[in-house]
């Protein structure tokens, strides 16, 4: 696998490192110890699937508070999305700021989503789905969100956000106030 390091500390790209024959390709999709070698949590408690038959479906932007924060991995299995991540660590020196990158199934890439950020995905083609690998359990009374559109991040999302296919909570998340 190569890590690369995002605009925002802590935050990577994960590409597979593909052996191609004439069969097709094999590749590590994860492994913790070279997570770990990297400095990043590869513990995983938890996983979970997304399934979006619309194009133009919007979901997010979520995290969980402390003491459940999470580190998530997301890999589009099927379709493309634009993923989007949010520094909303408050010490950080990229709070605030957000980065954005395509995952789809063709490209294989991985989005390590460090604690401290909030997480959400727009689907660029219908029928996408995305599989994470969580470092907690879920925990409802500590799951929160920003709004995709908050004045404070100045998120630039493509064309094609479809509201309609947004929750009432992704889309009516109170402004950011850190």
Known sequence: MKFIETKLPGAFIV???????????????????????????GTVVQANASGNPVKGTLRGMHFQRHPHEEVKMIRCTRGAVYDVIIDLREDSRTHRQWTSVELSADNGK???????????????????DLFYLMTQFYTPGSAGGVRYDDPAFNVEWPAGVRIEMMSDADRNWPDYRS
């Open 15 to 41: 590409e597979l490192e593909r052996h191609e024959d004439e069969r097709g390709f094999f590749a590590r999709a994860f492994c913790r110890e070279e997570f770990e070698a990297h400095g990043l949590n």
């Open 110 to 128: 991985m989005l390590y989503v460090p604690e401290g950020f909030a997480h959400g995905y727009l689907t660029l083609e219908p029928d996408s």
